[in-house]
């Protein structure tokens, strides 16, 4: 609502009277708090992030941003992890020094055999931190890595087979949409308002198999049957005929059609689907996959996955519990519950802000957040962006890939490069994908999936709003470490259960 006034008469009510706009230094970045990379300006008076506003692109977010993504930057400054941490004999995290931590985690390493080393990244991680950890980890020996936090079954399918291949922009040509366990409206708001745009515009025609939200447009109803997919495939329907019919057909998979245990039976009738209603031509590609992390596009193609006999995030996970992996190098996956865990495995915390990871982690390094560092990041289309850094790191704080550099070297593990050029050169030469900056990289995608039957479990969503939506979804507000030390999103989470929109609107 902020950018629709022509004249600065409605402005932000969190930043109002904070600061002058000639006070204010600013820097062209990349938001990260989803996966459509959408261009924004970061204002800062000294070392405090002020605002956030929109930059315009038009393949991307055209002039629009989010309300998280313009309102919780307040949570860049709150419960940051500003120097080492180690959690000694009373059970509790105290300060520490590089040097002790480093040689506490040398000797926990020494300790461990290199199956029983594990390496999970999270949502906000940038290509260059989690290239340097899985460099570090094939020198380990290690095949045990996962940058899936949310547990799906993408990545090995190609990159056709986990990517936004219509482009973000295409979605003003699509004339049919099948969605299928998502929900963009809270998943990729911007790209949502995009959707509606095209419905207001023309005879657009929406349907959806997953959980019934408000999507601001008229939606056909499949209900939540997942099940449903398998009669689509052997009898056809409404909608299999409108995809048909359609010349720009779009199927976007959700999160949560891709994290269940039948998501392979369930990409196999997709597969299936899309073979039937000719979704990929050579002037169209019209098969989908809309992400919620802004870290997943650039893991999925650096292969940041279980080598040969390695283990997926539900597998480390479970091992952890067991005892069979004993260290555990945790790159900001904070949305995972590792209170189950055996007390003799070690984990290693690397972020920002003491969220759940760091809570439960027995070493905790200090890391930059996203505002912080110049980084790269992938978003749903494969186009590579190259976020600038805008402010500094708190205290001790550094940037990820500089912290597991100088781990590497007292390991006696030393990675091949010593500053953030030549990472990305080793990145770029290692996968070349990364030299293409800007630019949209869809891909035919290959068979998906394997014959198996479907559960009649429902579909849920990845995210949702705060008031709404299954027991297993997050809400909008709060959906990284970030987002969580956010008073204003809190706030909003408040509105919302008081079912007050107006007021979470302002």
């Given at each position: 609502?902020?950018?629709?006034?022509?004249?600065?008469?409605?402005?932000?009510?969190?930043?109002?009277?904070?600061?002058?706009?000639?006070?204010?230094?600013?820097?062209?970045?990349?938001?990260?708090?989803?996966?459509?990379?959408?261009?924004?300006?970061?204002?800062?008076?000294?070392?405090?992030?002020?605002?956030?506003?929109?930059?315009?692109?038009?393949?991307?977010?055209?002039?629009?941003?989010?309300?998280?993504?313009?309102?919780?930057?307040?949570?860049?400054?709150?419960?940051?992890?500003?120097?080492?941490?180690?959690?000694?004999?009373?059970?509790?995290?105290?300060?520490?020094?590089?040097?002790?931590?480093?040689?506490?985690?040398?000797?926990?390493?020494?300790?461990?055999?290199?199956?029983?080393?594990?390496?999970?990244?999270?949502?906000?991680?940038?290509?260059?931190?989690?290239?340097?950890?899985?460099?570090?980890?094939?020198?380990?020996?290690?095949?045990?890595?996962?940058?899936?936090?949310?547990?799906?079954?993408?990545?090995?399918?190609?990159?056709?087979?986990?990517?936004?291949?219509?482009?973000?922009?295409?979605?003003?040509?699509?004339?049919?949409?099948?969605?299928?366990?998502?929900?963009?409206?809270?998943?990729?708001?911007?790209?949502?308002?995009?959707?509606?745009?095209?419905?207001?515009?023309?005879?657009?025609?929406?349907?959806?198999?997953?959980?019934?939200?408000?999507?601001?447009?008229?939606?056909?109803?499949?209900?939540?049957?997942?099940?449903?997919?398998?009669?689509?495939?052997?009898?056809?329907?409404?909608?299999?005929?409108?995809?048909?019919?359609?010349?720009?057909?779009?199927?976007?998979?959700?999160?949560?059609?891709?994290?269940?245990?039948?998501?392979?039976?369930?990409?196999?009738?997709?597969?299936?689907?899309?073979?039937?209603?000719?979704?990929?031509?050579?002037?169209?590609?019209?098969?989908?996959?809309?992400?919620?992390?802004?870290?997943?596009?650039?893991?999925?193609?650096?292969?940041?996955?279980?080598?040969?006999?390695?283990?997926?995030?539900?597998?480390?996970?479970?091992?952890?519990?067991?005892?069979?992996?004993?260290?555990?190098?945790?790159?900001?996956?904070?949305?995972?519950?590792?209170?189950?865990?055996?007390?003799?495995?070690?984990?290693?915390?690397?972020?920002?802000?003491?969220?759940?990871?760091?809570?439960?982690?027995?070493?905790?390094?200090?890391?930059?957040?996203?505002?912080?560092?110049?980084?790269?990041?992938?978003?749903?289309?494969?186009?590579?962006?190259?976020?600038?850094?805008?402010?500094?790191?708190?205290?001790?704080?550094?940037?990820?890939?500089?912290?597991?550099?100088?781990?590497?070297?007292?390991?006696?593990?030393?990675?091949?490069?010593?500053?953030?050029?030549?990472?990305r050169a080793a990145l770029i030469s290692a996968y070349p994908v990364f030299g293409n900056v800007d630019t949209a990289q869809p891909a035919r995608p290959?068979?998906?999936?394997?014959?198996?039957?479907?559960?009649?479990?429902?579909?849920?969503?990845?995210?949702?709003?705060?008031?709404?939506?299954?027991?297993?979804?997050?809400?909008?507000?709060?959906?990284?470490?970030?987002?969580?030390?956010?008073?204003?999103?809190?706030?909003?989470?408040?509105?919302?259960?008081?079912?007050?929109?107006?007021?979470?609107?302002?």
């Open positions: 609502v902020i950018d629709l006034c022509p004249v600065g008469a409605l402005t932000s009510l969190p930043y109002a009277y904070k600061a002058r706009s000639w006070e204010l230094s600013h820097t062209s970045t990349i938001d990260v708090m989803d996966a459509v990379g959408s261009h924004i300006r970061v204002d800062t008076r000294g070392n405090e992030v002020m605002r956030v506003l929109p930059r315009i692109n038009d393949d991307i977010n055209e002039e629009w941003i989010s309300d998280k993504t313009r309102h919780h930057i307040d949570g860049l400054a709150s419960q940051r992890i500003d120097r080492p941490y180690m959690r000694g004999a009373s059970g509790r995290l105290a300060e520490a020094n590089w040097d002790d931590v480093f040689a506490a985690i040398a000797k926990a390493v020494k300790k461990a055999q290199p199956y029983e080393i594990a390496a999970l990244a999270g949502d906000l991680a940038d290509a260059e931190a989690m290239f340097a950890l899985k460099t570090l980890m094939d020198t380990l020996g290690s095949p045990h890595m996962d940058c899936r936090q949310d547990g799906s079954v993408i990545g090995k399918q190609g990159q056709g087979g986990y990517l936004f291949n219509s482009t973000i922009a295409g979605l003003d040509e699509a004339d049919a949409i099948f969605l299928i366990g998502a929900n963009p409206r809270h998943e990729a708001a911007v790209m949502n308002a995009r959707i509606r745009q095209n419905w207001l515009n023309s005879k657009l025609r929406i349907f959806r198999l997953g959980e019934a939200v408000d999507l601001t447009y008229p939606v056909t109803e499949l209900g939540t049957d997942a099940s449903v997919l398998e009669n689509l495939v052997s009898k056809g329907g409404p909608v299999i005929s409108a995809l048909k019919r359609a010349k720009r057909p779009m199927i976007i998979l959700g999160a949560g059609a891709l994290n269940r245990k039948d998501s392979a039976g369930i990409l196999s009738s997709v597969s299936m689907i899309a073979k039937t209603v000719n979704l990929v031509t050579p002037e169209w590609n019209g098969f989908n996959v809309l992400h919620t992390a802004a870290s997943r596009v650039a893991g999925l193609m650096m292969a940041f996955l279980p080598a040969k006999g390695g283990k997926a995030t539900a597998d480390i996970m479970k091992a952890m519990e067991k005892g069979d992996i004993k260290l555990l190098f945790n790159l900001g996956a904070d949305e995972l519950d590792f209170s189950k865990r055996d007390s003799k495995t070690t984990m290693i915390y690397i972020g920002s802000h003491g969220d759940h990871g760091a809570e439960q982690a027995d070493i905790v390094l200090p890391g930059a957040a996203w505002s912080e560092k110049d980084a790269i990041y992938v978003n749903m289309e494969g186009r590579v962006q190259h976020a600038q850094k805008a402010n500094f790191p708190p205290g001790d704080a550094r940037e990820d890939w500089a912290i597991l550099r100088a781990l590497s070297a007292v390991l006696g593990k030393t990675l091949g490069f010593d500053n953030l050029d030549a990472l290959k068979v998906l999936g394997r014959k198996q039957a479907i559960s009649d479990l429902p579909l849920t969503t990845a995210i949702t709003s705060a008031n709404g939506g299954s027991d297993n979804s997050r809400n909008f507000y709060m959906t990284c470490s970030i987002s969580r030390a956010s008073v204003t999103m809190a706030e909003c989470v408040k509105a919302f259960e008081a079912n007050n929109d107006v007021k979470a609107a302002e």
